[in-house]
């Protein structure tokens, strides 16, 4: 849930503002190597390296959750590992339509 004050500061200033802001107040946290990941994503893909940032802000900003699912060994056809995270909406929340 987004406060009503925050929410109309997104709308004033544009979402790719606040999504950088974001990454700019989270960066001394953030571990080098998913900075280098986010990087190689882009790389790979031709996406746009701040738009990559982005994306993995939007989870931040809005103080999504998560669920995770992991499955590997007889769990598995192979038993190669799965790993599953799904970002869950508040369904109270801006997002719920």
């Not at 998913?34 to 190689?40: A, R, V, W, Y």
Request: charged share 20%.
């Amino acid at each position: 849930w987004i406060p009503k004050s925050a929410a109309d500061w997104v709308a004033r200033v544009g979402l790719d503002v606040a999504l950088d802001l974001t990454f700019d107040l989270m960066f001394p946290f953030i571990p080098k190597h998913f900075t280098d990941e986010m990087k190689g994503i882009a790389e790979a893909t031709g996406v746009d390296y701040k738009m990559i940032r982005r994306i993995h802000m939007i989870g931040e900003l809005t103080q999504g959750h998560c669920s995770m699912f992991g499955a590997w060994g007889n769990a598995t056809v192979g038993g190669h590992v799965l790993q599953l995270r799904a970002l869950d909406w508040d369904i109270t929340g801006p997002f719920q339509d």
